[in-house]
């Protein structure tokens, strides 16, 4: 997460949309405005479980909203329900004294200077831009000016714990909590995760404090109503309605461990860290973000779910992080051609593209190239799920998984460990080059016309015609014809094949045998494994028609 003083983070290219801070910064230390994705948005319940409907009324407040379905669609006889919707205020009586304004402090770390190697990767006019502000600009401070960012938060026990964004505390010097009373007090911050934007304070209250109690979010769904209670643009208190629009987003920016709930409840800059309620009263969700051209509500906001929540708050009350279970893969989300090219009846799963040396997947024997399909028999969608599911896992827990390797299931069972620093994740990534083999007989390019390549086997006249690095793996493309599938995937010149069908590739004569199997099966596709200056990725290839 960036810090609140530099909330925006670039968005996709093709949505022309940007991502930022959810969080209203006044004070603010420069004065651009906030665009795009906009990061904003246990205990002893005081929100009870039941109907919101006051007692001796008939007609619950669910049972109002929801009406019968007719036998089949067409013409929708009159209503006779003369109320339209019922009033939400009974709903917003009882679950607004949880519900705070927090002020945070903020004091950012330094900005981080600007490599040489970064440098080298950027275009020409924007690297001269930078060369000139490095040599030129103001000197790095070792802290810039303070700020204050307004969020929301709500108190999830009665003795004062209460939760929040961690975007909304990170790099606090001071958090004061207001509630709806007019009270305030001074709160320190217990813990807070950065992979799923939670973090917890507490308050030293002088009486019990009103707290709420959260909802089964698997149980929610899409069209079911919700209220979003906060802090907008420092207005404390305010309250917005609207229904769950999608579940499962995955695709808001440092969502790795979290899968968001879509609503279209007003959510706009000072929302971050309040509460999602349903129409009992209890937390489906932590209002987070919202997509926006323009920093305000255009009507989709994404909500941490509860149970994520629940999870991370659990961890961070006991010591103050949040422990995840560790595989120690680098992998990859399958597409159609990738599924077809490996035998696969349709893109469920995720593709192992790396294993890091001595990590629990190394030792149960988990190859480069197996496709893990399930977990603990739980089928896997995508590499984010498996991140997700493997995360949630306890360390030294076994679990079982199903793999696809050389078009058969393999069942494997590994032995969770916790997970490592990104550092030292990255550090132990193996690329050592061991196992390579001897200098091969030829350097000569060979044509593999049914991937429309060149290919030439790696040896050291290769390495040093070409300034490889010693430990460079696979057989090089020299070569890509700019009519085949192969270019419109992206393969270029420089780019290593390293594996073929999950075999790896030591020579040309690799590749050559892979596409025989490939056509033998009657596959139309083969699945490379690359490096790229972009990094390893899988990519399906499909094979030229009776070339070979």
Same mark, same amino acid.
């Given at each position: 997460?960036?810090?609140?003083?530099? /909330?925006?983070?670039?968005?996709?290219?093709?949505?022309?949309?940007?991502?930022?801070?959810?969080?209203?910064?006044?004070?603010?230390?420069?004065?651009?405005?906030?665009? @795009?994705?906009?990061?904003?948005? @246990? @205990?002893?319940?005081?929100?009870?479980?039941?109907?919101?409907?006051?007692?001796?009324?008939?007609?619950?407040?669910?049972?109002? &909203?929801?009406?019968?379905?007719?036998?089949?669609?067409?013409?929708?006889?009159?209503?006779?329900?003369?109320?339209?919707?019922?009033?939400?205020?009974?709903?917003?009586?009882?679950?607004? /004294?949880?519900?705070?304004?927090?002020?945070?402090? &903020?004091?950012?770390?330094?900005?981080?200077?600007?490599?040489?190697?970064?440098?080298?990767?950027?275009?020409?006019?924007?690297?001269?831009?930078?060369?000139?502000?490095?040599?030129?600009?103001?000197?790095?401070?070792?802290?810039?000016?303070?700020?204050?960012?307004?969020?929301?938060?709500? #108190?999830?026990?009665?003795? @004062?714990?209460?939760? !929040?964004?961690?975007?909304?505390?990170?790099?606090?010097?001071?958090?004061?909590?207001?509630?709806?009373?007019?009270?305030?007090?001074?709160?320190?911050?217990?813990?807070?995760?950065?992979?799923?934007?939670?973090?917890?304070?507490? #308050?030293?209250?002088?009486?019990?404090? /009103?707290?709420? !109690?959260?909802?089964?979010?698997?149980?929610?769904?899409?069209?079911?109503?919700?209220?979003? #209670?906060?802090?907008?643009?420092?207005?404390?208190?305010?309250?917005?309605?609207?229904?769950?629009?999608?579940?499962?987003?995955?695709? &808001?920016?440092?969502?790795?461990? !979290?899968?968001?709930?879509?609503?279209?409840?007003?959510?706009?800059?000072?929302?971050?860290?309040?509460?999602?309620?349903?129409?009992?009263? $209890?937390?489906?969700?932590?209002?987070?973000?919202?997509?926006?051209?323009?920093?305000?509500?255009?009507?989709?906001?994404?909500?941490?779910?509860?149970?994520?929540?629940?999870?991370?708050?659990?961890?961070?009350?006991?010591?103050?992080?949040?422990?995840?279970?560790?595989?120690?893969?680098?992998?990859?989300?399958?597409?159609?051609?990738?599924?077809?090219?490996?035998?696969?009846?349709?893109?469920?799963?995720?593709?192992?593209?790396?294993?890091?040396?001595?990590?629990?997947?190394?030792?149960?024997?988990?190859?480069?190239?197996?496709?893990?399909?399930?977990?603990?028999? !739980?089928?896997?969608?995508?590499? $984010?799920?498996?991140?997700?599911?493997?995360?949630?896992?306890?360390?030294?827990?076994?679990?079982?998984?199903?793999?696809?390797?050389?078009?058969?299931?393999?069942?494997?069972?590994?032995?969770?460990?916790?997970?490592?620093?990104?550092?030292?994740?990255?550090?132990?990534?193996?690329?050592?080059?061991?196992?390579?083999?001897?200098?091969?007989?030829?350097?000569?390019?060979?044509?593999?016309?049914?991937?429309?390549?060149?290919?030439?086997?790696?040896?050291?006249?290769?390495?040093?015609?070409?300034?490889?690095?010693?430990?460079?793996?696979?057989?090089?493309?020299?070569?890509?014809?700019?009519?085949?599938?192969?270019?419109?995937?992206?393969?270029?010149?420089?780019?290593?094949?390293?594996?073929?069908?999950?075999?790896?590739?030591?020579?040309?004569?690799?590749?050559?045998?892979?596409?025989?199997?490939?056509?033998?099966?009657?596959? /139309?596709?083969?699945?490379?494994?690359?490096?790229?200056?972009?990094?390893?990725?899988?990519?399906?290839?499909?094979?030229?028609?009776?070339?070979?």
């Amino acid at each position: 997460m960036s810090s609140e003083l530099s /909330p925006q983070v670039p968005a996709k290219p093709r949505s022309r949309v940007l991502v930022a801070s959810a969080a209203v910064l006044a004070l603010a230390v420069s004065g651009g405005a906030v665009a @795009g994705f906009v990061w904003g948005g @246990g @205990g002893h319940p005081a929100v009870a479980e039941s109907t919101v409907a006051p007692a001796g009324k008939a007609e619950t407040l669910a049972s109002a &909203v929801t009406a019968p379905a007719t036998a089949a669609i067409g013409a929708i006889p009159p209503s006779t329900n003369t109320g339209a919707l019922p009033s939400l205020a009974d709903i917003v009586e009882r679950v607004s /004294p949880a519900v705070v304004s927090l002020k945070a402090k &903020v004091t950012a770390e330094k900005t981080a200077e600007v490599t040489d190697e970064e440098l080298e990767q950027l275009p020409p006019s924007l690297r001269d831009f930078f060369e000139r502000f490095r040599k030129n600009g103001p000197p790095n401070q070792q802290r810039r000016p303070r700020g204050e960012v307004q969020g929301s938060g709500f #108190v999830i026990e009665s003795n @004062g714990y209460i939760v !929040t964004n961690n975007h909304v505390v990170a790099n606090a010097t001071d958090i004061e909590v207001a509630f709806a009373d007019g009270k305030k007090l001074k709160a320190k911050l217990i813990g807070r995760d950065e992979l799923t934007d939670i973090a917890l304070i507490k #308050v030293e209250p002088k009486s019990t404090l /009103p707290s709420v !109690t959260f909802a089964d979010d698997a149980k929610v769904r899409v069209g079911d109503w919700v209220l979003a #209670v906060g802090n907008p643009f420092g207005l404390g208190g305010t309250v917005t309605a609207g229904i769950i629009s999608a579940r499962g987003r995955d695709e &808001v920016s440092g969502a790795q461990f !979290t899968d968001y709930l879509q609503i279209d409840a007003a959510i706009n800059q000072g929302n971050s860290g309040g509460p999602t309620f349903d129409l009992s009263g $209890r937390v489906v969700g932590m209002n987070t973000a919202i997509f926006s051209p323009s920093g305000g509500s255009v009507g989709i906001g994404f909500a941490i779910p509860s149970n994520t929540i629940r999870r991370v708050v659990a961890d961070l009350k006991k010591s103050g992080g949040v422990t995840r279970g560790w595989l120690g893969v680098q992998i990859q989300s399958l597409n159609e051609d990738a599924a077809l090219a490996l035998g696969l009846p349709d893109e469920s799963g995720a593709i192992v593209a790396e294993i890091i040396e001595g990590s629990p997947a190394a030792k149960a024997g988990v190859k480069q190239g197996d496709v893990v399909l399930k977990m603990n028999g !739980t089928p896997i969608k995508d590499n $984010r799920d498996l991140s997700r599911k493997v995360a949630a896992l306890q360390v030294g827990q076994s679990a079982a998984f199903t793999v696809w390797r050389d078009s058969r299931q393999v069942n494997l069972t590994v032995t969770i460990a916790k997970r490592p620093g990104e550092d030292r994740v990255a550090s132990n990534r193996s690329n050592d080059g061991k196992g390579e083999g001897k200098d091969a007989a030829t350097t000569a390019d060979a044509k593999v016309a049914a991937l429309g390549l060149n290919l030439q086997t790696i040896t050291q006249s290769v390495r040093a015609q070409y300034d490889l690095d010693a430990t460079a793996k696979g057989v090089l493309i020299t070569e890509v014809d700019p009519d085949s599938d192969a270019a419109e995937r992206g393969l270029r010149p420089g780019d290593r094949i390293i594996a073929v069908a999950g075999s790896e590739v030591r020579a040309v004569s690799d590749v050559k045998s892979a596409i025989d199997g490939a056509k033998s099966a009657k596959r /139309p596709s083969v699945l490379l494994f690359v490096e790229t200056n972009r990094g390893k990725v899988y990519v399906p290839v499909k094979l030229a028609t009776g070339k070979s």
